[in-house]
């Protein structure tokens, strides 16, 4: 087994030399190397990035990955209204609180090191690679106490003197968590009430004299045993309406303490662990259901927004999901590549058989694909997110600098949001499908407990479901894709001519190749949505023509008028996400030759799948739509003649 995760990955150290815009990401980091007690260039910056994802790579292999086996074996359990868990477990997070991991991305006056988000996420990676169940509750330290400060300067409850914090509303609950004496945990699914938030009965009541109260029932709540909750729940009654998403108005969040702690070390609980789930994996990881009745709860931001202030969290949630799936399946190549090197088969290694190198020439290539579109996401995640705090925190700041920063913001923002839906998919996707071929890869051996791969499989199911399903993730991709078209046609067609001319005038031929699948994708929207705005005209038929601008420009029904596109929405994601990495990969390659190899096995992969997309995309889900009770629009007479 590897003696350190990080240096022995080429890919992932890539970035770390070549691969990320470390100046930009330095710079926003440390507020142009200005800060006190700060770095003073981004080479002395890198150096210390680079330090801590070595000390993490050496301390998940040497000390995490080794546990792995007896923490699943233990489990959780609950036992006398307290989770407990495996004593190696335990181990591993006494050990954590040494290293001061849980404070790597906090501000350097709150105790922290004042890493990146991104050191985060990349050492997200590593934890993942060892045991996803000890990253799911490492996650959600500083994780945690990083949305508490962000909460927080959002809503101007920090201050900040010289561009460094002299005070914050959650520094009590912050240094609990920094110090490893607490955790958070993000509270939201109820027993009926999952993907659709708007059905969420937990309520949060204010008394006379301004104190908020949180009473109802949380599930599946990812390390739920901890002492800070951060809960949605309901306190705007909402009128009755035909709009599915009315209900979301009515949310507001909170800050919830599980329990007060006397003089004495006395607790008062408010917040009853009901229950520990058995799963099939994960199973060093507390999910647990909870009880909220009357607990004490402090609001966060503006009442009515929980819903905003939601959509922050699972962002960065789905990001490090990506993150995390990106992990397992380093785990997943690893194992699988290293059973076949030393399983002899017909006078030779599985490794030398055509179908079993085809397995791994794919999984690496996967990975690498993975990785890339991860690290874009999360370092124009962390600028948008950096800049964005930098113009609240600045509120003197000089009027053309500001309007610079929020185009930057608005142009990074929509390049994280385009991809983060298709890493959280794909990643996670891919995560259950290379697990399932590293137990194949095993054979017989793989089906026992012994060798690692049936864990693994079983960890990776989970990945596409939680943190927002792969359908989520691939409905919001889809509406988000469409509606852009609809918002400005005349740049879609700009674009579909741009990528025609690309794919026959380029003098690289990799580039031709990669305008190519772009040509495909964007011709599989263009079917999209005029389907859809076909199907919109036909429902109008028989209405008084004065009705048509205003039913055809306002009144979509999104169950109704898009279903077309719903049903094809996740074959829409993977070609999005081919498109989205072959970019990625272009890009690199034009920058750094040495990855023009990369891309090109990525282009042999994704070509004949894109083409199979488009047609699937353009071709079925008509008869489908009948049996659900959706009318299609008739089919152009030269379609029909055909």
Not at 534 to 548: A, F, H, I, N, Q
Request: charge should be negative; hydrophobic fraction near 40%; include cysteine.
């Amino acid at each position: 087994m590897s003696q350190n995760f990080f240096t022995d990955n080429e890919d992932l150290k890539f970035y770390f030399e070549r691969g990320i815009d470390w100046a930009a990401v330095a710079s926003a980091t440390e507020r142009g190397f200005t800060l006190e007690g700060g770095f003073a260039n981004t080479a002395d910056s890198v150096e210390f990035y680079r330090g801590v994802a070595e000390m993490v790579g050496e301390f998940v292999a040497v000390e995490v990955a080794p546990r792995a086996k007896a923490i699943d074996h233990f489990g959780t359990r609950l036992e006398n209204g307290e989770a407990v868990s495996a004593p190696e477990f335990n181990e591993l997070f006494e050990t954590i609180r040494g290293l001061e991991l849980h404070g790597m991305c906090l501000p350097r006056e709150l105790g922290g090191m004042n890493a990146p988000m991104l050191s985060y996420l990349i050492n997200t990676e590593l934890f993942a690679r060892a045991d996803v169940s000890v990253l799911a509750h490492f996650g959600f330290h500083g994780g945690m106490a990083m949305a508490m400060l962000m909460f927080s300067l959002t809503e101007g409850t920090t201050t900040t003197e010289n561009g460094s914090i002299s005070s914050t509303r959650f520094s009590k609950e912050i240094e609990e968590i920094r110090l490893g004496n607490a955790w958070g945990c993000m509270d939201i699914t109820e027993p009926d009430a999952g993907s659709d938030m708007a059905r969420l009965k937990a309520v949060g009541v204010e008394d006379e004299n301004g104190n908020w109260f949180v009473t109802g029932e949380k599930i599946f709540i990812t390390s739920g045993h901890g002492k800070y909750h951060f809960v949605i729940a309901r306190t705007e009654k909402v009128q009755a309406s035909d709009d599915p998403l009315a209900g979301l108005k009515g949310l507001s969040m909170f800050l919830v303490p599980t329990y007060e702690e006397d003089a004495d070390g006395n607790r008062a609980r408010h917040v009853a662990l009901t229950r520990v789930e058995e799963k099939l994996g994960h199973h060093g990881s507390v999910t647990a259901s909870l009880a909220f009745d009357r607990a004490p709860a402090q609001l966060i931001g503006k009442r009515g927004e929980g819903f905003k202030y939601m959509l922050t969290l699972m962002n960065g949630a789905r990001l490090g999901v990506g993150f995390e799936s990106l992990g397992l399946c380093e785990a997943a190549y690893r194992l699988a590549k290293a059973y076949a090197a030393e399983r002899p088969s017909m006078g030779k290694t599985i490794d030398r058989h055509e179908l079993i190198a085809d397995y791994l020439d794919e999984m690496r290539t996967d990975i690498q694909g993975i990785r890339a579109i991860a690290m874009r996401a999360a370092v124009f995640e962390e600028l948008s997110r950096k800049f964005s705090l930098r113009i609240e925190s600045e509120p003197q700041m000089d009027a053309l600098e500001k309007a610079g920063l929020q185009r930057e913001i608005k142009r990074m923002s929509r390049i994280a949001r385009r991809i983060t839906p298709l890493l959280k998919y794909f990643a996670a996707e891919r995560a259950v499908e290379h697990a399932r071929r590293c137990l194949q890869i095993h054979g017989g051996n793989g089906y026992t407990t012994e060798y690692g791969a049936e864990k693994l499989l079983r960890d990776a199911l989970v990945m596409p479901i939680y943190e927002g399903t792969s359908q989520i993730q691939a409905l919001m991709s889809m509406k988000d894709t469409l509606g852009a078209i609809m918002k400005n046609p005349q740049a879609f067609v700009k674009r579909i001519a741009q990528a025609r001319w690309r794919s026959i005038s380029s003098s690289d031929a990799l580039e031709r190749r990669v305008a190519k699948i772009h040509l495909i994708s964007l011709t599989a929207q263009n079917h999209l949505i005029t389907k859809t705005a076909t199907d919109k005209v036909r429902s109008l038929s028989g209405r008084p023509l004065g009705e048509w601008p205003d039913a055809f420009l306002k009144n979509w029904n999104p169950k109704r008028d898009f279903a077309y596109a719903m049903l094809h929405a996740e074959r829409l994601a993977r070609l999005l996400t081919d498109e989205v990495i072959a970019e990625s990969l272009l890009e690199q390659a034009q920058a750094h030759p040495e990855r023009r190899e990369l891309l090109e096995r990525w282009l042999d992969r994704c070509e004949p799948r894109c083409r199979f997309l488009h047609d699937e995309i353009t071709t079925t889900g008509e008869r489908l739509l009948r049996t659900l009770g959706h009318e299609p629009s008739a089919k152009p007479e030269s379609q029909a003649a055909e």
